[in-house]
C-alpha cells in the first residue's frame, strides 16, 4: 500500500492521466524487480523496452509537445489576449448582464484577415500537439501488446 499510496491519492477517475500513472508507476517497479533480479534471458532488452515506455509516458505527462510552435506562434504574433465581453442586442443595443462574449486577439494581428490566419496557426499548432501525444500513446500501447507476455 505504501508505494501505491500516492498514485491511488492523485487519482481522478474521469480522466486518462490515472490510467496511464498507474501504468508508469507499475513499470517502475517492474523495473527495479528486473534490475535486482535479472533472472532470464533478454531482461537488459526487457529493461530497455519497459524505460522507454516509461519515457513515452513522462513525455505524454509533459504537455509540452507544442512548445516550439507556440514559440514560434508567439513571437511571430505577440502574446495571445483573452477577454470576456458582454454581449448585447444589436437591434435595441441594450447590454444583456447575463450574458458575455470571448474574444481572443493577438497585438500584430492589426485586421480581421490576420486574426483568422492567427487563429489558423494557433489551431494548428493545438492540432500538431494532439498528433504527436496520440502517436506517443499509440507507439506504448504497440509496445505493450508486443512484449507483456515476456514480462511475467
Keep these: 500500500m505504501y508505494q501505491w499510496f500516492p498514485v ?7 480522466t486518462s492521466d490515472g490510467l496511464f500513472k498507474v501504468m508508469q508507476h507499475k513499470l517502475v517497479l517492474m523495473q ?15 529493461l530497455h523496452t519497459m524505460h522507454v515506455c516509461e519515457m513515452l509516458l513522462e513525455r505524454y505527462f509533459a504537455h ?47 485586421n ?3 486574426e483568422a490566419k ?3 496557426e494557433l489551431r494548428r499548432c493545438l492540432e500538431q500537439e494532439r498528433e504527436l ?11 505493450l501488446s508486443k512484449h507483456y507476455r515476456s514480462w511475467d
Design 118 to 120: 492567427a487563429k489558423k
Design 64 to 110: 509540452n509537445y507544442a512548445d516550439k510552435c507556440r514559440e514560434h506562434h508567439r513571437e511571430k504574433w505577440g502574446e495571445m489576449r483573452s477577454f470576456f465581453e458582454p454581449s448585447y442586442d444589436n437591434s435595441t443595443g441594450d447590454v444583456e448582464p447575463d450574458a458575455c462574449r470571448w474574444f481572443t486577439d493577438w497585438p500584430r494581428a492589426t
Design 112 to 114: 480581421p484577415k490576420l
Design 133 to 143: 501525444a496520440d502517436q506517443d500513446i499509440q507507439y506504448l500501447f504497440k509496445l
Design 32 to 46: 527495479g524487480e528486473l534490475r535486482r533480479n535479472p533472472y532470464y534471458v533478454g531482461a537488459d532488452r526487457d
Design 8 to 14: 491511488i491519492w492523485s487519482d481522478r477517475h474521469y
